[in-house]
């Protein structure tokens, strides 16, 4: 089945730092990504839509000068957290969209913990 | 805005057991709706797809229904497995979106 590999998997910054999370399909070509944010117990919600050579679209109330996507190849997707604060600390998770099949496959998450 | 829910947020049973899990969603026009399994720091596996013409979908011991009329889903796991115990989510596409909207989940325990 088609894998999408997250790196790093665990990272822990300090507040006020920078953090940047990648997302990969590795073995097929993804022309959308979504980004997602876990909360402990809570469900997963959508963050922004990461599309392959153009701006990402963001959900409502989600800031796009702090957290940066650029989708610069069919296979990769980054997250940048600027200027981390302890509540960012959270689950990100990303998806990749197959391009021909349509089918949406997740990544294994990345736990980010901001001190 | 499409709202989707589950019930029971944690269930507990005992191995052999048949049990259903339950998803409800306020907009009934959907493209499809997905059942995911996700262990404890984990990211999430897709156990079934239904597309919305589709009534039901089965993989082995899970058997997933649709009525999207009323809005609601079931997933069936049959004989349950320790191995089974994880956090089932559901997840609906909206007709003309990409979005998945997904519920908060229901934690199962299957004790030995």
């Known amino acids: 089945g088609a894998v999408v590999s997250q790196h790093p998997s665990r990272v822990i910054c300090k507040s006020g730092t920078s953090v940047k999370i990648e997302c990969r399909s590795l073995d097929f070509q993804a022309t959308t990504m979504f980004w997602y944010r876990q909360f402990p117990k809570q469900s997963l919600m959508l963050m ?14 989600v800031e796009k000068d702090k957290f940066l996507i650029n989708h610069a190849s069919l296979t990769l ?28 496959y997740f990544g294994p998450g990345t736990r980010l913990t901001v001190t | 805005k499409q709202e989707v829910t589950q019930i029971p947020a944690a269930l507990s049973v ?18 499809n709706l997905q059942w995911f399994r996700q262990d404890p720091g984990k990211g ?3 156990l079934l797809l239904i597309q919305s013409s589709q009534r039901e979908q089965t993989s082995g011991r899970l058997n997933a229904s649709l009525d999207k009329s009323s809005g609601r889903s079931t997933l069936y796991i049959a004989a349950s497995q320790p191995g089974d115990s994880a956090t089932y989510l559901c997840a609906v596409r909206g007709g003309g979106s990409e979005k998945l909207v997904f519920g908060k989940g229901t934690k199962l325990t299957v004790n030995p």
């Open chain 2, 44 to 46: 999430l596996t897709s």
């Open chain 1, 48 to 61: 922004a839509t990461s599309n392959e050579g153009s701006k990402a679209t963001y959900e409502q109330g």
């Open chain 1, 77 to 104: 997707s980054t997250l940048t957290v600027t200027s981390a604060h302890p509540e960012d600390s959270s689950f990100y998770i990303c998806s990749a969209r197959d391009r021909n099949s349509y089918e949406q």
């Open chain 2, 14 to 31: 005992p191995e052999g057991e048949n049990l259903v899990l339950n998803c409800s969603f306020t907009d009934s026009a959907i493209y």
